[in-house]
């Protein structure tokens, strides 16, 4: 699934796969514009980390 798109060109700079916690982004969010514009790719893939490493504990 696309989920993010160039302003500049249209083209397609992120995707993520349907039922699994696979995504890609096709930029460099940690040098966003904005301190904060693309956080959340940080803060959804350490949720991810932890996630896993709980079903692997338990």
């Not at 249209?10 to 982004?25: A, D, F, K, Q, T």
């Not at 904005?34 to 803060?43: N, R, T, W």
Request: charge should be negative.
């Amino acid at each position: 699934v696309e989920t993010h798109r160039s302003l500049f060109d249209g083209s397609n700079c992120g995707i993520r796969m349907e039922g699994r916690p696979v995504w890609s982004v096709q930029h460099h969010p940690e040098a966003s514009p904005g301190p904060q514009d693309s956080f959340y790719l940080f803060e959804r893939f350490a949720s991810a980390m932890a996630e896993r490493a709980t079903q692997s504990a338990g």
